[in-house]
């Protein structure tokens, strides 16, 4: 059986938060004052869900937060899910996207115990902009050696995800042309959505694709490349075929149309849309001694009423009943 929504869309792809502490303020994320703090689940039901999805047809797997390396039993969870088999009896895809403060003295262990990819989140090439930004003092040695030590574990290519905001680091786009062609990572800019606990968030403040490109260009041209229909990133590599870079851009291209994702919050709550305002309670069932065979019909019925799309930008738009960093990105 595969998970498929009202709008024909095939949903393959897991994004489970395993907590949602997390020991950076990024700007455009958390603003740190104490926000809610959800509880966290045992690593035991995580695993217990993550094997019921798997059932469905999940093919790939994301362990997100919040910040997924401050959890203890992290790389025993991912040795768990590769034993797991897809329905087809192929190896789950297991990626994890961190902020890389931790990832130096983790990315060994992680491959060892079965990680398939890591993302990273780095907003800046510059330390000082990436303090500003992170709201943290001296992160980014850490994170450029994490970025390395996650290469030299074979987690390559190393993606690195950065979220751009006008006025903030909107002038490290080119820095991260060269950035993306010395240390050989995929460098996949972000448009800021909101999602923020700032609130910050304007239309004016978001960096679109099309900028990027355009402004990219006074570096090095690019030239897109294909994707998967379900992938959210374009990409792109530059003109002279060395260095890739990908825009995600749910703000002026959104791919709603194609979204294949669900995710499951750190305290076990299903949300089908980034931007859902109603999540669907399977940790609560579970309490309740649920049968496995009474996930599955919970997790179909979810998935049926999944959002056909966000409204962002448009009049009466409704802010997500969370934000990232208590969902999991
Ligand atoms: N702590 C980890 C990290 O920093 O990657 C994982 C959690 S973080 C919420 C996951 C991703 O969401 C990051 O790449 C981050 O840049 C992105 N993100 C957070 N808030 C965002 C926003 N308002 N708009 C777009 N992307 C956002």
Redesign the pocket.
């Known amino acids: 059986m595969f998970l498929t929504d009202k709008f024909g869309r095939r949903i393959n792809d897991l994004r489970i938060?395993i907590t949602d502490r997390?020991n950076?303020r990024?700007v455009?994320?958390?603003s740190g004052t104490g926000g809610p703090q959800f509880p966290e689940m045992p690593i035991a039901d995580y695993l217990r869900m993550a094997r019921v999805f798997v059932g469905l047809g999940i093919t790939k797997v994301r362990l997100?937060?919040?910040?997924?390396l401050l959890r203890r039993g992290l790389a025993e969870m991912v040795r768990e899910l590769g034993g797991l088999r897809t329905v087809e009896g192929q190896p789950l895809d297991i990626a994890i996207?961190?902020?890389?403060h931790l990832l130096a003295e983790m990315a060994q262990p992680l491959a060892d115990a079965g990680l398939t990819r890591v993302?990273?989140?780095m907003?800046a090439v510059d330390a000082g902009e990436f303090a500003r930004i992170t709201r943290v003092p001296n992160g980014y040695e850490r994170v450029l050696a994490g970025i390395r030590a996650a290469q030299e574990a074979g987690l390559s290519p190393v993606k690195i995800?950065?979220?751009l905001m006008r006025g903030f680091n909107d002038d490290q786009i080119t820095a991260f042309g060269r950035f993306a062609r010395e240390e050989g990572v995929a460098v996949r800019f972000?448009?800021?959505?909101?999602?923020?606990e700032d609130r910050v968030?304007s239309p004016e403040i978001v960096v679109t694709l099309d900028e990027i490109v355009r402004r990219m260009a006074e570096f090095m041209p690019l030239r897109e490349i294909d994707h998967a229909r379900s992938e959210t990133a374009r990409r792109y590599v530059f003109d002279d075929g060395v260095g890739e870079i990908g825009i995600i851009a749910?703000v002026s291209h959104p791919f709603c149309g194609h979204c294949s994702r669900i995710r499951v919050t750190s305290d076990g709550k299903i949300r089908t849309c980034l931007f859902s305002v109603r999540e669907h309670d399977l940790a609560g069932l579970m309490g309740q001694g649920a049968s496995d065979e009474d996930m599955v019909g919970f997790i179909v019925h979810a998935v049926e009423h999944k959002e056909e799309r966000h409204h962002i930008g448009e009049p009466g738009f409704v802010p997500a009943s969370r934000?990232?960093?208590h969902?999991?990105?």
């Open positions: 938060s997390c950076y990024c455009y994320c958390r997100t937060g919040g910040e997924p996207t961190t902020n890389g993302t990273v989140s907003d995800n950065c979220v972000i448009e800021f959505m909101p999602l923020e968030w749910p934000t990232m960093v969902i999991g990105g």
